[in-house]
């Protein structure tokens, strides 16, 4: 067993927000296989902030929609769905271990999530870590058509309110292209890094909480002309 093996065995929520500070995350191989690997990917996705798409459909969807958005309402929820197989996942890197350590960073307010409600029914989401004025998503989920990209909005425009930096998706798909996600070499990704872990900056949830039936999405849209 190597000396990588044994940090991994013993792994906590203060190791994990150290790696995240170096640059680096842990996956396991499936939701099945109780060990865990660090990950530093040589190209990084990010998306640079300020050049923000939303697409003209989603627009419309969201200015139609019925379904409400929370944050921090139910973390454990949503950890819980990213980590199911369905239809178009087949699989999942979200084991058991995955889901202790980043609940234990939701109770120390290193993680959030954004919820997707259709009535009283979960039907998206997504989570991630928060450190200094950056976010790692980690995953998110859909249950309903469009409903993991209304809640990666809301995670956009509550970060732009909130003076973040850095929204670090670890890798890209088209799926994030679409919303302007792009590629960096790790090396240009650690310049970012070292600048975001720079002060600090926290989500306001309470708009989202608080406000009897959630924030929706046409509000949403009309806060990034606001913050632009």
Not at 97 to 117: D, F, P, R, T, W
Not at 191 to 200: S, T
């Amino acid at each position: 067993m190597s000396d990588d093996d044994d940090i991994l065995m013993d792994i906590t929520p203060q190791v994990l927000l150290r790696a995240y500070a170096c640059g680096i995350f842990p996956m396991a191989e499936t939701a099945d296989d109780p060990n865990l690997f660090w990950v530093e990917p040589e190209m990084r996705g990010i998306l640079p902030l300020d050049d923000f798409h939303i697409p003209k459909s989603l627009k419309k969807s969201m200015r139609r929609t019925t379904m409400k958005v929370f944050m921090d309402r139910d973390f454990k929820a949503v950890i819980n769905a990213c980590s199911q197989t369905n239809g178009s996942r087949k699989e999942t890197w979200i084991n058991p271990k995955i889901k202790k350590l980043y609940c234990a960073l939701h109770e120390m307010g290193h993680a959030n999530s954004v919820e997707v409600y259709d009535g009283d029914k979960l039907v998206g989401g997504l989570y991630g870590v928060r450190l200094g004025r950056a976010f790692f998503g980690e995953s998110m989920f859909s249950r309903k058509t469009d409903a993991s990209k209304i809640a990666f909005v809301h995670l956009v425009a509550q970060m732009k309110k909130s003076q973040f930096v850095l929204l670090d998706t670890q890798f890209t798909t088209q799926h994030l292209e679409r919303f302007g996600v792009i590629e960096v070499p790790k090396h240009e990704y650690q310049f970012m890094l070292e600048e975001a872990l720079i002060g600090e900056s926290r989500f306001d949830v309470s708009g989202y909480q608080f406000v009897d039936g959630g924030a929706m999405s046409d509000s949403c849209l009309q806060s990034f002309s606001q913050i632009s």
